[in-house]
């Protein structure tokens, strides 16, 4: 157990924080949660703090996927330290850190609705059975068992692993020859997935139609979207995420029903008291869930969200874990546009750098560093080498901002 720099001497609680992860990604929710100075922050982590430090009131080391231990220490930690929730930004460590909320007393959802939402089969299992509609799904441990379930789906199907997140090794097979490929894609990313099955792959029927995600404060009675982004895919027939759009003034947010089926789902799987993360598909027969996720969203989208709605995503969250119940209103102010970088193949990079000036509003991240390797699927996911952020007016104004950004940034790779 280590104290750390931080101390809110007006918050009236210590909120555990189950893991972290990249300061790009992450820092904003720290910084947006212990700026309103209401929750004095406890890291449980498998890593030393770093910059995280400065918005911890300490931290712990601990095993966050693993529940005994994580209980266990947290138990120990309340020993001492009034603990008034658990939040996690990390989808691996949302059930661990659903089972500490649980063995402390403290508010946020169940676990067991929690590992619903992690295993998507029990996902579908549960819209099922509650007559909500979802597509036709099942679990195989092998290739056989793969090709008879999408011989009774009906093509085009997709295969997925049944615990893993961010579109890693999901993949769409339009016929039984492409069928092979698209199960060695799901099995060959389960070195990563914490939770093993023996029917470890999810083949189930594909959706058309745009693609979106909804941020969501769940409590009991009611399910808000607090931010929607329409999401952009690239390199079919696998789906990753390459982009997204938030506009404040999205006719989604009204919709009358998109909100019934957001209702219907949470309610389905039980899921209360926590913001969660949805994708859909916007088909013909209706919105049609993709998954659910028991955190925020990932790729910025609740920071773009603030800009776009005056709603704190991550601050919500936060509130919901300590049983406050927040009334955010939203409050639209434009669009705001994430567009991730991505090489035309698989490369080593030897320099990246932006050379010239951006316009204005437009901001750069350059990830990769020379060495690095990207992979493009199957071979890798997530091979960006950076991404561009803008807030502007309109989608095409923010469209034709990174387009002259674009023009800008320079990569390099080995021969």
């Given amino acids: 157990m280590h104290d750390a720099v931080a101390h809110d001497a007006a918050a009236t609680g210590t909120l555990l924080v189950v893991g972290s992860g990249a300061a790009a990604f992450r820092e904003y929710a720290f910084r947006e949660i212990v700026a309103a100075g209401r929750h004095r922050l406890w890291l449980l982590t498998d890593t030393a703090p770093d910059w995280e430090l400065p918005y911890l009131a300490g931290w712990t080391p601990t095993d966050p996927l693993d529940p005994q231990v994580l209980c266990k220490d947290a138990e120990e930690l309340a020993r001492t330290h009034r603990i008034t929730g658990v939040l996690c930004l990390n989808e691996a460590m949302v059930w661990p850190a659903a089972c500490v909320s649980e063995a402390l007393g403290l508010p946020g959802p169940v676990p067991a609705a929690v590992w619903r939402c992690r295993d998507k089969a029990l996902t579908r299992a549960a819209l099922t059975a509650h007559e909500v509609g979802t597509p036709a799904a099942g679990t195989a441990a092998g290739l056989g068992r793969a090709l008879e379930l999408a011989a009774v789906i009906g093509y085009p199907v997709v295969c997925k692993p049944r615990a893993l997140g961010g579109s890693i090794g999901v993949?769409?097979?339009?016929?039984?020859?492409?069928?092979?490929?698209?199960?060695?894609?799901?099995?060959?990313?389960?070195?990563d997935v914490p939770q093993r099955f023996e029917e470890c792959v999810l083949v189930e029927a594909y959706l058309d139609g745009p693609e979106i995600s909804v941020d969501s404060l769940v409590t009991e009675d009611t399910v808000q979207p607090l931010v929607i982004a329409r999401k952009a895919t690239s390199f079919p027939p696998f789906f990753e995420e390459s982009g997204h759009v938030l506009d404040g003034s999205d006719p989604l947010y009204d919709d009358p029903a998109l909100l019934r089926e957001l209702d219907l789902v949470h309610r389905a799987l039980g899921v209360a008291g926590c913001v969660t993360h949805s994708e859909?598909?916007?088909?013909?027969?209706?919105?049609?869930?993709?998954?659910?996720?028991?955190?925020?969203?990932?790729?910025?989208?609740?920071?773009?969200?603030?800009?776009?709605?005056?709603?704190?995503?991550?601050?919500?969250?936060?509130?919901?874990?300590?049983?406050?119940?927040?009334?955010?209103?939203?409050?639209?102010?434009?669009?705001?546009?994430?567009?991730?970088?991505?090489?035309?193949?698989?490369?080593?990079?030897?320099?990246?750098?932006?050379?010239?000036?951006?316009?204005?509003?437009?901001?750069?991240?350059?990830?990769?560093?020379?060495?690095?390797?990207?992979?493009?699927?199957?071979?890798?996911?997530?091979?960006?080498?950076?991404?561009?952020t803008v807030h502007g007016e309109s989608a095409t104004h923010c469209r034709e901002l990174i387009a002259q950004a674009r023009t800008a940034i320079r990569i390099e790779a080995a021969a």
């Avoid at 993949?171 to 070195?191: G, I, K, S, W």
């Avoid at 705001?336 to 204005?360: K, N, Q």
Wanted: proline content about 12%; cysteine-free; hydrophobic content about 45%.
């Fill in 171 to 191: 993949r769409r097979a339009d016929r039984p020859e492409e069928l092979e490929a698209a199960f060695q894609a799901a099995t060959a990313q389960l070195p």
């Fill in 280 to 388: 859909w598909r916007l088909t013909v027969e209706g919105p049609r869930l993709i998954e659910v996720n028991v955190r925020p969203g990932g790729d910025l989208i609740p920071w773009l969200g603030a800009l776009v709605t005056g709603v704190p995503v991550a601050l919500t969250a936060a509130d919901l874990a300590t049983g406050q119940l927040p009334t955010p209103v939203r409050r639209p102010n434009g669009v705001a546009v994430i567009e991730f970088l991505y090489p035309d193949a698989d490369m080593t990079v030897t320099d990246l750098s932006v050379r010239g000036p951006l316009p204005d509003g437009v901001h750069v991240e350059l990830s990769a560093r020379p060495g690095d390797v990207l992979a493009l699927p199957p071979r890798g996911y997530k091979a960006r080498y950076g991404w561009i």
